[in-house]
């Protein structure tokens, strides 16, 4: 079993930044491709970005690209999401997820929930304009 503990959220105006960590625990997540989803009020969970088991591939929702960055650290069993150019409509509770997988993945793949077998409960991220 995997347990993932996000954390890094909080309340920050528009145009901040912020970085969310996820860290796993209970087993090494070396060969885990990892995921951040995210959950607006009154929305869906919709994929965010996702990172392959190396950090050799990295795929991004387009609503973040450019200003969201995935990385991992595996010796630290963590993996990061750096929000910048934060928006109001980037409100919302970030779920980290994680599958274990050594392939280099694609968007298909990773950015469906059911690909993933671990979620952490999630940190809220909220965005005042």
């Known amino acids: 079993q995997v347990q993932l503990v996000e954390s890094g959220g909080g309340l920050v105006q528009a145009g901040g930044s912020l970085r969310l960590s996820c860290a796993a625990s209970?087993?090494?997540?070396?060969?885990?491709?990892m995921g951040w989803f995210r959950q607006a009020p009154g929305k869906e969970r919709e994929f965010v970005a996702a990172?392959?088991?190396?950090?050799?591939?990295?795929y991004y929702t387009d609503s973040v690209k450019g200003r969201f960055t995935i990385s991992r650290d595996n010796a630290k069993n963590t993996v990061y999401l750096q929000l910048n150019s934060l928006k109001p409509e980037d409100t919302a509770v970030y779920y980290c997820a994680a599958v274990r997988s050594l392939s280099r993945g694609t968007m298909a793949t990773m950015s469906s929930e059911r690909w993933y077998d671990y979620w952490g409960q999630g940190t809220q991220v909220t965005v005042s304009s």
């Open positions: 990172i392959s088991w190396n950090g050799g591939m990295t």
């Open positions: 209970g087993r090494t997540v070396s060969t885990y491709a």
